[in-house]
């Protein structure tokens, strides 16, 4: 929450000098989440920061969630997805299943029971989250 910076001051006295050394607290400085040509930041973990634009969805797997990305790349991280979707604050990215949180964007098709994307992944939707899904889409 706080970062301290140190800071040295040299007093001199007559015959001798001394180097006095003051600690001073600041408030550390937050990153702005601001969206830009990637999309909005999401801060996943410490090494993981990934942009909404870049992702079709993510899928869960017990404590561990894969990203995949509009590229066809996948990623791991050991984060469930309950924190991801709360990291993500459902602005994007909405939860169709136990298993999937689908990026809106690159959403093509909806079915009675599943969703298809860009890359003709079909993904299916849970009979209780089906209402919340099609007012919120």
């Not at 408030?27 to 909005?40: C, E, L, S, V, W």
Request: include cysteine.
């Amino acid at each position: 929450k706080y970062g301290i910076k140190y800071r040295v001051f040299p007093i001199v006295f007559k015959s001798f000098s001394v180097k006095f050394c003051v600690s001073i607290i600041y408030p550390k400085k937050r990153m702005k989440t601001t969206t830009n040509f990637f999309g909005t930041p999401y801060i996943i973990s410490r090494r993981t920061t990934v942009y909404s634009n870049e992702i079709l969805f993510f899928e869960g797997d017990i404590n561990y969630t894969w990203i995949h990305f509009k590229s066809g790349k996948q990623k791991i991280i050991a984060r469930t997805l309950l924190f991801i979707e709360q990291k993500t604050n459902s602005e994007n990215f909405i939860r169709i299943n136990r298993k999937y949180l689908v990026n809106r964007k690159f959403i093509v098709e909806i079915g009675d029971d599943f969703v298809v994307l860009i890359d003709k992944t079909v993904l299916p939707i849970s009979r209780r989250r089906k209402r919340a899904f099609l007012v919120g889409a």
